[in-house]
């Protein structure tokens, strides 16, 4: 069915039209887990560039997030190809287009392109600009309600932890984690708790290993306090530790 919208309808001009194209391209684009979507290599990468071609310039909130989620798409299967610096155009391209958006949906988008740009910067080595990309990341959505972003703010600021340990800024590291468990402390989202775990944990060993007992014991108390009896078995691992 999707194929048959695709073929009648992909040059339509008539908004209700549009929308229609949008909705059948998941299918046939973004793929299932049977049958997946473009691989953003070669000739697949053109289907995605054929709905940005297309839809572009179009204002209806199907055809913008039909964009959003094609560049996104796009560039997540170009880092999982080891083509990192193509990968982040993809999601620079996003951040372009709709860094202003304030649909929800959108948003989500915008979020998960930056911080996907920070884990390929990772990948490729760039720490530095590694932590610049999860300071945007908070810089625009730190304060965001939507569970689905409060999700990747955690994550950014998490890996923005790890990165600065890294590159040997610990003070920076420990009040990174900080940040992190004040913004979303109290969330009862599974992932951002996790994160909030991993934080105390993390920070627990870095005043370990810096011999400051007392106040990793403080970081180690309170997982156990926050997590002491969560059935997760990542959070228990955590309280494990």
Do not use: W
């Not at 697949?44 to 940005?52: G, Q, R």
């Not at 911080?115 to 390929?120: A, D, I, M, R, S």
């Not at 080595?125 to 409060?150: H, I, L, N």
């Amino acid at each position: 069915m999707s194929d048959d919208v695709i073929a009648r309808f992909a040059t339509a001009i008539e908004p209700p039209t549009r929308v229609a194209f949008c909705e059948a391209l998941p299918k046939t684009f973004f793929g299932t887990d049977e049958n997946p979507g473009p691989t953003g290599q070669g000739e697949d990468s053109l289907a995605v560039d054929d709905i940005v071609g297309r839809l572009g310039t179009s204002t209806e909130l199907a055809a913008r997030e039909a964009v959003a989620n094609a560049l996104l798409d796009k560039g997540v299967r170009l880092a999982r190809s080891q083509r990192g610096e193509d990968a982040n155009v993809a999601f620079d391209e996003i951040v372009v287009r709709f860094g202003t958006a304030t649909e929800p949906s959108v948003r989500e988008v915008v979020a998960k392109a930056l911080f996907n740009k920070g884990v390929t910067l990772r990948d490729l080595g760039r720490r530095e600009g590694e932590v610049v990309v999860y300071d945007d990341v908070v810089a625009r959505f730190g304060t965001a309600t939507e569970p689905a972003v409060r999700e990747v703010v955690a994550k950014a600021l998490l890996n923005k932890g790890i990165a600065l340990r890294q590159l040997g800024r610990i003070k920076g590291e420990i009040v990174t984690y900080d940040d992190l468990v004040g913004r979303v402390g109290t969330a009862t989202e599974a992932p951002v708790r996790e994160a909030v775990a991993d934080a105390l944990v993390n920070k627990g060993v870095t005043h370990h290993e810096l011999g400051r007992g007392e106040d990793a014991l403080a970081a180690f108390d309170d997982v156990v306090a926050r997590f002491g009896t969560a059935t997760e078995p990542s959070l228990c691992e955590a309280v494990a530790i």
